[in-house]
């Protein structure tokens, strides 16, 4: 019996926290939210602790600041970024989903809740909405849904009511995008995270305004809307095939998440058209909020490889080599730069090496020649990282033409090995001015990753044909 009345209890809270089911009283809102931001905090900072010797300090912990994460995980494994990502993607949503059940439950319009989201606003809102009183506990009647259901299969509405829901979360989403991409040129959280979920919410709330519909129906809106979105961009040039199918992990999830959201707000409160408004007045305002504050790290990629030759035979071909064979690499041969040969003008420091790929070429000062061991450059041109797939023959989206993922400098270290072998490394340093960054710096990592497997795999096999003494 007591193991019964704890999975049902458990159950219970489940729903609570995780669904949307009701609203949220004060109490449930306060417990629920200490307990699980404790639970984050003390994850976050053991792994932390134990992966860089660091202590996430509180503070840190609440911070908005990506300047203090940057510290607090520098020189972290590679996995760290992107497993605390993945890891705060259902808190994420507990307080989304709680955020809005809270404010319909304090009498506020449920579209508040989604402030939550927004830095800095985020403690200020929950602090508020733990001591605002309870002014509703129950949600719409099935009753009365029911009613609304009947009364929109009369009329004939559904359809309309679909294609009116995709117009206007299509509207709102090409005006972030005009907005946050041509006005303040930047690819940020409020770009890949507040515009998808914005969009799935309006959708959502549209189209069950007039009618509930099921779960699932609603879901398959918020994917609609995305990929009409995804069709307009490709359409009209704005985007390529690549960046919208590396982009979709990401946008995907978080409409149908904000259409379920929509979709709750319609059908549990009596919420009108009229509280979209300060919604979709926030998203500009965030894109150029997060415009003026935020700064890039610097990334460094390490390659590794072993040469079954001497560091003299290996150094003639870092400086320079020829042609490399054609890749058979798909990741090539979707449009990514590939490394084609390399050529240098004069010698020492001060010479320029150029690292031709299908896109351009890298211009490289040399700053460091330490022959044979330390060869060390800056990188004063460079070309796109990528050539876009599309029906159209040009595509040159912000983030190519701006080159948001820039490539600083770079070296080669030759170290003589016991055997008479060369261990050859290979670093790149460079800044990817896109957000998420835990996401898209482990896309970027994995091309550059590629780039230099590619080259120090040719410059392995130039040195091992030739003969050695």
């Not at 605002?132 to 009329?155: H, I, M």
Request: some cysteine; charged content about 15%; hydrophobic content about 50%.
């Amino acid at each position: 019996m007591r193991v019964k009345k704890a999975a049902v209890g458990a159950i219970r809270w489940f729903r609570t926290v995780c669904g949307l089911h009701g609203f949220v009283q004060r109490r449930e809102y306060l417990i629920n939210g200490i307990v699980l931001a404790f639970l984050k905090y003390a994850v976050e900072a053991s792994v932390i602790r134990a992966s860089t010797g660091r202590h996430l300090t509180p503070v840190d912990f609440v911070s908005p600041s990506l300047a203090k994460w940057e510290r607090v995980l520098q020189g972290a494994p590679e996995w760290l970024g992107w497993g605390l990502f993945v890891w705060s993607v259902p808190f994420i949503w507990i307080a989304l989903g709680m955020s809005v059940r809270r404010s319909a439950a304090a009498g506020l319009s449920p579209w508040l809740g989604t402030a939550v989201l927004i830095p800095g606003v985020n403690l200020a809102l929950m602090a508020v909405l733990c001591f605002l009183p309870d002014r509703f506990s129950e949600p719409a009647s099935d009753r009365s849904l029911a009613g609304r259901a009947t009364s929109c299969r009369r009329q004939g509405e559904k359809r309309w009511t679909t294609i009116r829901a995709l117009l206007a979360a299509l509207a709102v989403g090409f005006m972030s995008i005009v907005v946050g991409i041509y006005w303040f040129q930047t690819y940020g959280a409020v770009l890949f995270f507040g515009t998808p979920l914005v969009m799935g919410m309006v959708a959502g709330f549209l189209a069950n305004q007039p009618a509930p519909r099921k779960a699932g129906e609603t879901v398959g809106i918020g994917m609609a809307v995305m990929l009409l979105a995804g069709g307009v961009l490709l359409a009209f040039a704005l985007e390529g095939l690549i960046c919208l199918v590396m982009a979709a992990p990401l946008v995907m999830p978080t409409a149908m998440a904000g259409a379920l959201l929509g979709r709750w707000i319609a059908t549990s409160t009596a919420s009108g058209t009229q509280h979209l408004v300060p919604v979709l007045m926030v998203l500009p305002l965030l894109a150029g909020a997060e415009s003026l504050i935020h700064t890039p790290p610097e990334y460094e990629v390490l390659t590794v490889v072993e040469i079954d030759a001497a560091p003299d035979a290996v150094w003639r071909h870092v400086v320079a080599f020829p042609d490399l064979p054609d890749p058979e690499d798909w990741f090539f041969r979707c449009g990514i730069a590939c490394p084609l040969r390399a050529r240098i003008e004069g010698e020492g420091v001060g010479a320029i090496r150029h690292c031709e790929f299908t896109t351009g070429n890298f211009v490289e000062p040399i700053t460091v020649w330490e022959e044979p061991r330390h060869l060390a450059f800056n990188v004063s041109e460079q070309p796109d990282p990528m050539v876009e797939m599309s029906p159209w023959r040009h595509v040159h989206p912000p983030h190519l033409a701006d080159h948001s993922l820039r490539s600083h400098r770079g070296e080669f270290r030759l170290t003589a090995l016991p055997n008479g072998q060369t261990q050859l490394a290979g670093r790149t340093w460079y800044t990817f001015d896109m957000y998420p960054q835990a996401y898209w710096t482990a896309w970027s990592h994995f091309s550059i990753h590629k780039i230099h497997r590619r080259v120090l795999d040719h410059i392995k096999w130039l040195a091992e044909q030739e003969p050695q003494p």
